[in-house]
C-alpha cells in the first residue's frame, strides 16, 4: 500500500477552496506567481486557474542569462496551457549590477539574491495589480530546508505546503500539467520513462435489468438519489454501505471496509468509487444514467460509464465482471452506452462551457443591463467562436441540422428554467427569514 496515495478530486478541491477563501478573506480577487518552468509552480498555476479562473492569475517568467532556456520554454507551455495571463522580466542586469561590487562573491550569494530579486519582483508587480503573492514550496522542501528565507519562501499563501513531492507529481498529471515538465526530472538524470498500458485481467460482461443481490454495488450521481437508494434497500432486508464525493476520506474508506469484509451487503455509490478505492464488486447496477452537472441534467459520457463499470468483479475475488441496471425506463441508454463498453474511446475535442447563475448575475451588472437574450449572446459570442444562435430561429436561411436545432434550444430553455428556479429559492429564502424576524 502506497501510504503517499492521495484522493486527487478531494485533495485538489480542498486546496482551490482554502485558495479562494484565504484569498478572498484578504479582500483580493487576483493573484500572481512566478513560474520557473518546474513541476511546484505549474502545480499552483493550474490550481490557482481553477479556483480564481484564468483572467484572475498571472505568471511571472524571470530568468537570469544561466538560466536554462528550457525552463523558460516549459514556464511558457505552463502558462499556455492553463491560458493565463504571463510577463517576462529578466533579472541578470539587476542581480549584475548589485554583484559589480562584489566579484569575488560565492555561488550561494548569487543564488540567494537571485531569488531575493525574483521575489523583490512579484511583491512590487502584486502591488501594481493588486493580487496576492502565491507561493510554490512543497512539503517536502519545507522539511529539508530547500528554500531561500525571503526568497522563493516569501509568499502570502502556501496552497501545496501540505503535499509531498511524489503528491506533486501525481496531483499535477491529474490537473493536466503538460507531461513536459512532470517528466522533466527525467530529463535532468539522462533517464527515460516508460508508459505501460494494462489490459483488464478478467472479463466484463453485458446483463439486463437486476434485482439487488448480497455483493452488488448500485450506482447514483447525487447524495439524495444514493440515500434514499439506501433507505429502500434496507427495507429489503439488506445491509449497505454508501460512497459519495461529500464524504470525508476517511469516512469512505471506513465504508469501504465495511462492504469488502462482508459486514454491509451491498454498496450504494455516486461514481466516486471511480477513483482511488479497492472494491471487491460481484456486479455493477446503474440505478439511473441521468447525473446533475451543476446546471442541468444529461447522460453520463461514456468515459464514466467505463470508468466506473470497469469496477465491477475484481480480479482474484470475482471471476466475471457484470454490469446492469435497475429501472426498465433506463434501458435504451443503458444498451447505447454498453454497446461501447469495449470500444476505443474517442479523442477529446471540445469542452463546454455552461454558466453558473452567479456568473450571469455579476455579467448582468457588468454589461448594465437585466436582458437575457443579451447576456445569453454574449456567452454564445465567446464560447463558441462567434457563431450565432440566435440567426439560426430568427432567418429560414440556416442549413443546421434539426437535431442541432433543438439541443441549442433545449440548452437555452434549461438556462431560463434555471434562473427562474433561483429566483424562486430567493424569494422562499427572504420569505421565511420575514416570517422567521417577525416571530
Known amino acids: 500500500m ?4 492521495i484522493d486527487h478530486e478531494y485533495v485538489s478541491r480542498r486546496i482551490i477552496e482554502f485558495m479562494r477563501r484565504e484569498v478572498r478573506n484578504s479582500g483580493f480577487e487576483k493573484v500572481i506567481l512566478g513560474l520557473s518552468g518546474g513541476i511546484d509552480s505549474s502545480l499552483v498555476a493550474f490550481l490557482a486557474k481553477e479556483a480564481f479562473g484564468k483572467k484572475n492569475v498571472h505568471g511571472v517568467i524571470m530568468p537570469y542569462r544561466t538560466s536554462s532556456p528550457k525552463s523558460e520554454e516549459d514556464a511558457l507551455k505552463v502558462a499556455e496551457a492553463a491560458k493565463i495571463s504571463w510577463e517576462k522580466v529578466e533579472i541578470t542586469n539587476m542581480v549584475d549590477s548589485y554583484f559589480s561590487f562584489f566579484p569575488d562573491a560565492s555561488p550561494l550569494r548569487k543564488g540567494n539574491r537571485m531569488a531575493r530579486e525574483r521575489m523583490c519582483i512579484l511583491y512590487d508587480l502584486s502591488a ?46 491529474y490537473l493536466g500539467v503538460p507531461k513536459e515538465v512532470i517528466e522533466k526530472i527525467a530529463d535532468l538524470c539522462n ?3 516508460e508508459h505501460k498500458t494494462f489490459e483488464r485481467l478478467s472479463p466484463l460482461s453485458i446483463i439486463g435489468r437486476e434485482n439487488i443481490e448480497k455483493g452488488d454495488a448500485v450506482i447514483a450521481f447525487s447524495r439524495r ?12 432486508g439488506l445491509s449497505v454501505a454508501v460512497i459519495y464525493g461529500g464524504l470525508p476520506p476517511e469516512v469512505r474508506v471506513n465504508q469501504s471496509k465495511l462492504f469488502n469484509s462482508g459486514k454491509k451487503d451491498v454498496l450504494v455509490a455516486s461514481d466516486a468509487i471511480g477513483y482511488g478505492l479497492n472494491l471487491n464488486i460481484k456486479r455493477i447496477l446503474f440505478s439511473t444514467l441521468l447525473k446533475f452537472n451543476g446546471n442541468y441534467i444529461e447522460n453520463i459520457d461514456q468515459t464514466t460509464f467505463n470508468q466506473i ?14 454490469v446492469g441496471y435497475l429501472m426498465k425506463s433506463d434501458e435504451s441508454l443503458f444498451r447505447l ?12 475535442k471540445n469542452v463546454y462551457y455552461f454558466p453558473e447563475f452567479a456568473a450571469i448575475e455579476k455579467l448582468s451588472k457588468q454589461m ?9 449572446y454574449f456567452y454564445q459570442k465567446i464560447f463558441t467562436n462567434g457563431y450565432d ?15 442541432k436545432h433543438k439541443y441549442d434550444y433545449y440548452l437555452i430553455l434549461k438556462i431560463i428554467i434555471l434562473i427562474l428556479l433561483k429566483i424562486e429559492d430567493d424569494i422562499i429564502i427572504n420569505k421565511n427569514t420575514t416570517i422567521n424576524n417577525r416571530l
Open 2 to 5: 502506497n501510504k503517499l496515495a
Open 128 to 173: 501594481r495589480d493588486r493580487s496576492l503573492v502565491m507561493g510554490t514550496g512543497n512539503k517536502t522542501e519545507m522539511y529539508l530546508g530547500y528554500s531561500t528565507q525571503y526568497g522563493d519562501a516569501a509568499c502570502a499563501l502556501l496552497p501545496i505546503a501540505d503535499l509531498y513531492k511524489t503528491q506533486v507529481w501525481s496531483l499535477s498529471e
Open 191 to 193: 533517464d527515460s520513462i
Open 225 to 236: 438519489d444514493v440515500l434514499d437508494l439506501k433507505t429502500k434497500i434496507e427495507k429489503k
Open 309 to 322: 463499470a470497469g469496477r465491477a468483479g475484481r480480479y482474484g475475488r470475482e471471476n466475471n465482471g457484470l
Open 337 to 348: 452506452q454498453a454497446d461501447k463498453l469495449h470500444q476505443p474511446l474517442p479523442p477529446l
Open 368 to 376: 448594465k443591463t437585466n436582458s437575457l437574450n443579451k447576456i445569453l
Open 389 to 403: 444562435l440566435r440567426n439560426k430561429y430568427s432567418h429560414g436561411t440556416n442549413t443546421q441540422s434539426e437535431q
